[in-house]
Every structure is written in C-alpha cells, then in structure tokens.
C-alpha cells in the first residue's frame, strides 16, 4: 500500500492547528491528511457553534444582556 505524498505546507499547516487546539503535534507523517481532514470537521463545527449563539444589540445596554 502506497502513502499518498504529503506537502511540506500541508504539514505544516496541520501542526500549526495542531499547536492552536493545544494537542500533540507529533504524528506520523502518514497520518497528516486525515488530521488535517479531522481538523476541518472541528473548524466548521466551531463556526456553526458561534453562529448559532444568540446576538445582543449593542443598542439594547447592559440590561438586556442580563436577562439573556
């Protein structure tokens, strides 16, 4: 079985999200295209999360951000 090449910048851009979430950054090399694959799923699970959370008005003070 053959492993599929792996960019020095794929590489690298996995370790770097790696390093952001606070995980281990050591792997095999063979490994890099499913992390980067896992760590995709993470991001836009992340943005889903931040856009489904209710906004305030900045107009609306203090007060109405109390009661939410």
Same mark, same amino acid.
């Given at each position: 079985?053959?492993?599929?090449?792996?960019?020095? !910048?794929?590489?690298?851009?996995?370790?770097?999200?790696?390093?952001?979430?606070?995980?281990?950054?050591?792997?095999?090399?063979?490994?890099?295209?499913?992390?980067?694959?896992?760590?995709?799923?993470? !991001?836009?699970?992340? !943005?889903?999360?931040?856009? !489904?959370?209710?906004?305030?008005?900045?107009?609306?003070?203090?007060?109405?951000?109390?009661?939410?």
């Amino acid at each position: 079985m053959s492993v599929p090449k792996v960019s020095q !910048n794929l590489f690298l851009q996995v370790k770097e999200k790696l390093d952001y979430y606070h995980l281990p950054s050591s792997f095999p090399i063979e490994a890099t295209h499913l992390i980067s694959k896992l760590l995709t799923l993470v !991001n836009s699970s992340n !943005n889903q999360e931040v856009q !489904n959370t209710p906004k305030i008005e900045v107009s609306e003070g203090v007060s109405a951000a109390i009661r939410h």
